[in-house]
Structure formats: C-alpha cells, structure tokens
Nanobody, 127 residues
Framework: QVQLVESGGGLVQAGGSLKLSCAAS????????MGWFRQAPGKERESVAA????????YYAGSVKGRFTISRDNAKNTVYLQMNSLKPEDTAVYYC????????????????????WGQGTQVTVSS
C-alpha cells in the first residue's frame, strides 16, 4: 500500500523547465517501480518515464528522450521528473504511479501494470 502526491506543475513558456516531485507514503518504497504518465484532453493516458526500484534502470518515451530525466531518492521516498526544453505538446496532467513488480521492472510501462496513482499535477506549456 502506497499513497502518492505530485507537486511542481505549473505554467511555463515553450523552452522552459519544470521539475515535478512525487512524494510517497507507505512501506517498502524501494520495492516499487515508479512511473510518470500524462494525459492530455481527449487523449489516452500515456507513459512518459519510469525507473526501477533501485534506480538503475530507466525508461523514456521517444517523445521526451533527451529532454526529461527521471530520478528517485529512496531515502526521501520521492521520485522526480526533470523536464527541460518543454514544448506545447507536453501540456497535460502528469501522474505519478507505482508498480509492485513480481520480477523486476518491465519496459515499456503500461497503465494497467501500475497499482497506485497520485491525483495528478497540471503542466501547461504556452507557445
């Protein structure tokens, strides 16, 4: 059981940066694969990035590679998403999610694999 709370969203101009944080409560945070997903109006929720429990394996969607960086600090029970060179098409509600894997992390992430979700934080990128 884990509860997730995202923060750090906001309004930025194209080319700007934001850093999202996801604070987790509950036991065994390091046992969970953590992912960031986003959902734009009228579109399906899609994976953005993910990181394994120990932080040694990461995944990035092709649309964000080279611009976004996922990281985690297990001592703080927190996962981060550093977003640079933001584009208007990055506008979405960003969700933090946790998956308790049976045998390691699996890429690419899938929405149905994740057991716990935060409430989301809005990211809006203006042109």
């Amino acid at each position: 059981q884990v509860q997730l709370v995202e923060s750090g969203g906001g309004l930025v101009q194209a080319g700007g940066s934001l850093k999202l944080s996801c604070a987790a409560s509950g036991r065994a945070f390091s046992s969970y694969t953590m992912g960031w997903f986003r959902q734009a109006p009228g579109k399906e929720r899609e994976s953005v990035a993910a990181i394994s429990g120990r932080g040694y394996s990461t995944y990035y969607a092709g649309s964000v590679k080279g611009r976004f960086t996922i990281s985690r600090d297990n001592a703080k029970n927190t996962v981060y998403l550093q977003m640079n060179s933001l584009k208007p098409e990055d506008t979405a509600v960003y969700y933090c999610a946790a998956d308790f894997p049976s045998g390691g992390s699996r890429w690419p992430p899938h929405v149905s694999e994740y057991d716990y979700w935060g409430q989301g934080t809005q990211v809006t990128v203006s042109s």
